[in-house]
């Protein structure tokens, strides 16, 4: 079974860069690491996908090595408005295997 | 426009009891789910419903079932309510099967349930 895992919480200042990493102990070949962001009381928004190497989009940086175990999220100078929940997730829905992480509850400040 | 849309948004019952959530999508997306979130923030497949094939996680109780009268609606019925179920309940759509190739999964907003 698919399982990811990262940090439970980070703190961040405005204007910094931020990093998120989360772990894919049993991630299978063909699967695709995503990561998703979530505010309160709204649905997951989706961020960035990946398979290996970097993936970059206008909001953040998908960091995945060779070994595809682990992946990093970047996120360029946050703002206040980033504070919110970050999942990392991989599996397939195709065998009902998609596995979110708990979670990483980012806490950007002023 | 709203692409992924709950009702209720809110949805308080009684043990024992049988309710309804429905989800709509206005995409054109092939491929729907529903999720469960719990109260420490874990997000756990439930279904996804693929072109009329459904994909049950198997951790599900069979008390739950997706009911999907045409491709833009997956409706989620739930028997004998429980203490347990009380969560929050999110659908989603996507182009394609999530997870083997780029593809968005998008969220609606949640229906929160509580169980009395």
């Known amino acids: 079974l698919a399982k990811t895992t990262q940090p439970i919480s980070m703190d961040s200042y405005e204007g910094q860069e931020v990093n998120i990493t989360c772990s894919h102990n049993n991630i299978a070949t063909n699967d695709y690491i995503t990561w998703y962001q979530q505010f309160p009381s709204q649905g997951p928004r989706f961020i960035i996908q990946g398979y290996k190497t970097k993936v970059t989009n206008e909001v953040a940086s998908l960091f995945i090595p060779a070994d595809r175990k682990s992946s990093t999220l970047s996120l360029p100078r946050v703002s206040l408005s980033d504070t919110a929940v970050y999942y990392c997730?991989?599996?397939?829905?195709?065998?009902?295997?998609?596995?979110f992480g708990q979670g990483t509850t980012l806490q950007v400040k002023p | 426009d709203t692409a992924v849309s709950q009702t209720p948004k809110y949805l308080v019952t009684q043990m024992g009891n049988d309710k309804s959530i429905k989800c709509e999508q206005n995409l054109g997306h092939d491929t729907m789910y529903w999720y469960k979130q719990d109260s420490k923030k874990f997000l756990k497949i439930m279904f996804s419903y693929n072109n009329k094939e459904l994909i049950i996680n198997e951790t599900v109780p069979n008390r739950f079932s997706p009911k999907s009268p045409d491709k833009a609606h997956l409706n989620l019925h739930i028997n004998s309510l429980e203490l347990g179920d009380s969560a929050v309940y999110f659908c989603?759509?996507?182009?394609?099967?999530?997870?083997?190739?780029?593809?968005?999964?998008?969220f609606g907003p949640g229906t929160r349930l509580t169980v009395l």
């Open positions: 989603a759509s996507s182009r394609e099967l999530a997870g083997v190739a780029y593809n968005e999964q998008f």
């Open positions: 997730l991989d599996g397939s829905s195709n065998t009902g295997k998609l596995i």
